[in-house]
């Protein structure tokens, strides 16, 4: 199975080495990176089994920002292939199915509780509430139609989402941001590599 991680943060930060570690270590196959700015038109990945939409710095609602995605876009609307969307992955995600992006007064920082909403197998292993990292600024205030949503809390009303049909979730936390306190984002990471190994 072969994984590209899609770098949507701003060169040269340190998320996307945390990201690409973390990955490495729940899967035990190909792990690549690709610059999300170096993605083409019609580019089908066709050696490629997972996608995976990292975090940003970018702000969706800025000016000309999901403009510069939109070959990202149309490739997360039409693959068939697995797909997670985190944080800014999750509202790309969410933009390309048509969802407005809403901004908080203040950016969103640190752990908070996530209540799952129905049973999923992305949530083996974890409880109706867990603790995830949260950064972020922007939010999706509705599920994308054809997506289900899987998780709420009280600061953001679209938590997890998944599709309906295709292997596409959609995680608005950073679960590679965990630690031995806080264990749900690994095991969320692992569960969606395990998912997505059923559709490779």
Same mark, same amino acid.
């Given at each position: 199975? /072969?994984?590209?991680?899609?770098?949507?943060?701003?060169?040269?930060?340190?998320?996307?080495?945390?990201?690409?570690?973390?990955?490495?270590?729940v899967t035990v196959h190909t792990v690549e990176v690709k610059e999300a700015s170096t993605i083409n038109a019609g580019e089908d990945f066709k050696y490629i089994d997972v996608l995976v939409l990292?975090?940003?710095?970018?702000?969706? =609602?800025?000016?000309?920002?999901?403009?510069?995605? =939109?070959?990202?876009?149309d490739i997360i609307k039409t693959t068939e292939k697995p797909v997670l969307g985190i944080c800014f992955g999750?509202?790309?995600?969410?933009?390309?199915?048509?969802?407005?992006?809403?901004?908080? *007064?203040?950016?969103?920082?640190?752990?908070?509780? #996530?209540?799952?909403? #129905?049973?999923?197998? #992305?949530?083996?292993?974890?409880?109706? /509430?867990? #603790?995830?990292?949260?950064?972020?600024?922007?939010?999706?205030?509705? &599920?994308?139609? *054809?997506?289900?949503?899987?998780?709420?809390?009280?600061?953001?009303?679209?938590?997890?989402? +998944?599709?309906? &049909?295709?292997? +596409?979730?959609?995680?608005?936390?950073?679960?590679? /941001?965990?630690? *031995?306190?806080?264990?749900?984002?690994?095991?969320?990471?692992?569960?969606?590599?395990?998912?997505?190994?059923?559709? =490779?």
């Amino acid at each position: 199975m /072969r994984t590209l991680i899609i770098d949507n943060y701003l060169p040269n930060s340190p998320q996307i080495e945390k990201l690409y570690d973390v990955i490495c270590n729940v899967t035990v196959h190909t792990v690549e990176v690709k610059e999300a700015s170096t993605i083409n038109a019609g580019e089908d990945f066709k050696y490629i089994d997972v996608l995976v939409l990292s975090g940003s710095q970018h702000k969706l =609602t800025e000016s000309g920002v999901y403009e510069a995605y =939109t070959n990202l876009s149309d490739i997360i609307k039409t693959t068939e292939k697995p797909v997670l969307g985190i944080c800014f992955g999750h509202q790309l995600l969410c933009m390309a199915y048509g969802e407005d992006i809403k901004v908080y *007064d203040k950016a969103l920082e640190g752990y908070y509780m #996530v209540h799952r909403l #129905v049973e999923d197998e #992305v949530f083996e292993g974890l409880g109706d /509430r867990f #603790v995830v990292t949260q950064s972020h600024l922007e939010y999706i205030e509705e &599920v994308p139609y *054809d997506f289900i949503k899987l998780a709420e809390s009280p600061n953001c009303p679209v938590e997890i989402i +998944k599709h309906s &049909v295709l292997p +596409k979730y959609g995680f608005q936390c950073h679960p590679e /941001r965990f630690d *031995d306190k806080h264990p749900a984002g690994i095991a969320l990471l692992e569960n969606f590599f395990k998912i997505a190994s059923w559709y =490779t």
